[in-house]
């Protein structure tokens, strides 16, 4: 991946998880390490926040949508409010105009297990707000694991398993 192709290969996308499963296994230890020192009422609370406003709106939207359409106010939501930027700030805001705690935490925890447990990044505005399998994407994935294979650097793809590339598009 990179400026000219945002495109992430089975294994691209495998080790940018990775990177955050590291954020993540990090972040539990500091909980445990801290644990006693947490307020877990605030904990809770920035833990939920961010699905609250930027999850819960578009999903409820999205399963009442009778075409898997709904605006893209929920997309904006969920990529802001899931952004470390945003995250960044309100845990600054946070320290600055409460304290600074470990109760922050949560902030980490929960944006680190959404990318690197489940795999969940921003959601761009082509693809459904759940995640659906997309032929496209199966297709530019089978395609970049075939140039790999054939270039002696990745084994061959195996054509049954679920596709896992993304395709970058504008949001």
Known sequence: MDIKNPIESRV????HRVEYVVAFALTIGLIIWHFNAIRWGPAIGLFL??????????AIAFRRSKNGRIPKVYYVLYNTMHSLITCGVVAALWAWLVRPEWALLAIAFHVFGDRGVFGNFYKPFGLPFEPVANPQVAR????L???AAAAGLAPAPIDEMAPTAVVGTTT
Do not use: A, M, N, W
């Open 12 to 15: 691209t996308f495998t080790l």
């Open 49 to 58: 926040y961010i699905d609250l406003i930027g999850y819960i709106p578009g």
């Open 140 to 143: 530019v994935s089978s395609l």
């Open 145 to 147: 694991e075939k140039r």
